[in-house]
Nanobody
Framework: QVHLVESGGGLVQAGGSLRLSCAASGRTFSGYAMGWFRQAPGKEREFVAA????????YYADNVRGRFTISGDNAKNTVYLQMNSLKPEDTAVYYCAAAVRALAGIRSPALYDSWGQGTQVTVSS
């Protein structure tokens, strides 16, 4: 497992933007993928976006595609989530996750071995 630390959450008005960062520390990450999930109060954790660590392939949930962009810097062991055109329904705690091996689908929480502590994103209407 790797230690993941998220940053960049906050309060923003609808239509605004935020950029989340997630840094992996402890050892150099050389696994399968890093991704973002979110969980709103009373709801299950849902997939947001993921990036294949070596392939660079990008994956998005349908409800964020075209508004959110995931990117990464392998040299810095960091993944980013640029969130534009934010909506109130994007309000949630956002979690960074890392997967060492491809043991499940990239959109499945079961794939990921390590999780960050979460960062709150609140979008006001």
């Amino acid at each position: 497992q790797v230690h993941l630390v998220e940053s960049g959450g906050g309060l923003v008005q609808a239509g605004g933007s935020l950029r989340l960062s997630c840094a992996a520390s402890g050892r150099t990450f050389s696994g399968y993928a890093m991704g973002w999930f979110r969980q709103a109060p009373g709801k299950e954790r849902e997939f947001v976006a993921a990036r294949g660590w070596n392939s660079g392939n990008l994956y998005y949930a349908d409800n964020v595609r075209g508004r959110f962009t995931i990117s990464g810097d392998n040299a810095k062991n960091t993944v980013y989530l640029q969130m534009n055109s934010l909506k109130p329904e994007d309000t949630a705690v956002y979690y960074c996750a890392a997967a060492v091996r491809a043991l499940a689908g990239i959109r499945s929480p079961a794939l990921y071995d390590s999780w960050g502590q979460g960062t709150q994103v609140t979008v006001s209407s």
